[in-house]
Antibody, heavy 120, light 111 residues
Framework: EVQLVESGGGLVQTGGSLRLSCAASGFTFSTYGMSWVRQAPGKGLEWVSV????????YYADSVMGRFTISRDNSKDTLYMQMNSLRGEDTAVYYCAKTLRYISGWIDSWGQGTLVTVSS | QPVLTHSSSASASLGSSVKLTCTLS???????IAWHQQQPGKAPRYLMK???????NRGSGVPDRFSGSSSGADRYLTISNLQSEDEADYYC?????????FGGGTKLTVL
């Protein structure tokens, strides 16, 4: 059974930084692309970033390009998101998600989410 | 990149059926989409993928009360024998080379 467990969320000031982690189990981690998806309070789902199975390819939404960096450590079956220059509009629950294939395909598993609150 | 548009909020009675719609933007009518369910206060859950041909495949553990279909640019999620736990937000999702896209979601109320 696929399990994705996020951690690292919390309260941070505007302009600050935070690193999220997602521990994966139940599947061959390095074989699949992994994404971060966020949901602002009372809003819908917004895709943030994706990374290929071995980490050589990454893509970002325009809203976070240049501020967020996705990475992975396949020896630890762990996905990361380094978030810098945080803004109020980055306040959201951040979900770790597994994609169907190496760097493409729909999301077929979700974590439980971790809340990031950016406050001035 | 594709844009996904949901039907407006829906409501249906316990034990009845409901059909939700997700529409792909022009030029993307052949795309595969995925449906996700988000119950109040919970993380999203993958339900199924739906192809332009109408073929669909449910995710692991998804009851067969949930089915998918397709017509042109429209992708459908039909829920039969509605249960109280089906009250949730439903999102469709697709991807295109270097970007993933979600629709704005449809809120389903079970009466």
């Amino acid at each position: 059974e696929v399990q994705l467990v996020e951690s690292g969320g919390g309260l941070v000031q505007t302009g600050g930084s935070l690193r999220l982690s997602c521990a994966a189990s139940g599947f061959t981690f390095s074989t699949y692309g992994m994404s971060w998806v966020r949901q602002a309070p009372g809003k819908g789902l917004e895709w943030v970033s994706v990374i290929s199975g071995k980490g050589e390819t990454t893509y970002y939404a325009d809203s976070v390009m240049g501020r967020f960096t996705i990475s992975r450590d396949n020896s630890k079956d762990t996905l990361y998101m380094q978030m810098n220059s945080l803004r109020g509009e980055d306040t959201a629950v951040y979900y770790c998600a597994k994609t169907l294939r190496y760097i493409s395909g729909w999301i077929d598993s979700w974590g439980q989410g971790t809340l990031v609150t950016v406050s001035s | 990149q594709p844009v996904l548009t949901h039907s407006s909020s829906a409501s249906a009675s316990l034990g009845s059926s409901v059909k939700l719609t997700c529409t792909l933007s022009s030029g993307h009518s052949h795309y595969i989409i995925a449906w996700h369910q988000q119950q109040p206060g919970k993380a999203p859950r993958y339900l199924m993928k739906v192809e332009g041909s109408g073929n669909y495949n449910r995710g692991s553990g998804v009851p067969d009360r949930f089915s998918g279909s397709s017509s042109g640019a429209d992708r459908y999620l039909t829920i039969s024998n509605l249960q109280s736990e089906d009250e949730a937000d439903y999102y469709c999702e697709t991807w295109d080379s270097n970007t993933w896209v979600f629709g704005g979601g449809t809120k389903l109320t079970v009466l």
